[in-house]
């Protein structure tokens, strides 16, 4: 799921000449010897040939994160009977990986302190350090767990994220700021709808930016908020 699909750089291979076989093999082996589990079964065509690899029933072992985390969530609902397998379509699956209406944007202080530099003017200090898309609310927030040490919890900073975002999950876009690292954080909705093919990460980032520096869309390209 996390790695580049190739319908998107428009070189679909073609179906080996087992690809029929290796599903009827496939639709068995989950019916007959996993019909309670998510597993994957890895299995190779070569030719009219059908090769067995292996059973992975823990993505890497549980030492890694399976990423994106919605993905994860889907296949646990799916394994516990939460979620109606006949509503998981490819293109419910297809649009859940393209999602990119959840955005991060994180600021830092000018100064890299407090936020106050010494001026008296009421001029904004903070600089955009970076704005990154999520096709869910727990892959943003996963993000904030990087900021943890004695005393700022992954937990806590993980939950905090998720509070801010359930305020603004009725939005069409929604926006998380960090700053001062993870610890100061607040969220904002865009309202659209955003059209689905303007939806790409750039522009729905652009969209919170413009927002958060009170401009509209359009004026944000003229702007010069993100730092090297």
Known sequence: ???????????????????????????????HMFPKEVVRVDVYGGGSEVYFSEFTYTTAGCWRRFQPMVVDGLLYGLMKGEIDAGLVTTEYIEDM????????????????????????????????????SYPSPVDLCMEFEEYADRKNKKEELFDKCIRHLRKVRHFPLRC?????????????GVDGPIRKDDASSS????????????????????LNVLSQ
């Open 1 to 31: 799921f996390n790695r580049p699909t190739c319908h998107r750089q428009n070189k679909l291979p073609k179906k080996p000449p087992s690809w029929e076989n290796q599903y009827r093999i496939m639709k068995l082996l989950g019916k």
């Open 176 to 188: 998380i700021v960090s700053e001062k690292n993870g610890t100061q954080v607040h969220s904002f």
């Open 203 to 222: 522009s729905n980032e652009n969209a919170c930016v413009a927002k958060l520096a009170g401009v509209n869309a359009e004026a944000y390209s003229t």
């Open 97 to 132: 990986l393209s999602d990119d209406s959840w955005v991060m944007l994180s600021l830092k202080d000018h100064d890299g302190g407090d936020g106050h530099d010494g001026n008296d003017g009421d001029g904004d200090n903070r600089t955009m350090v970076s704005s990154i």
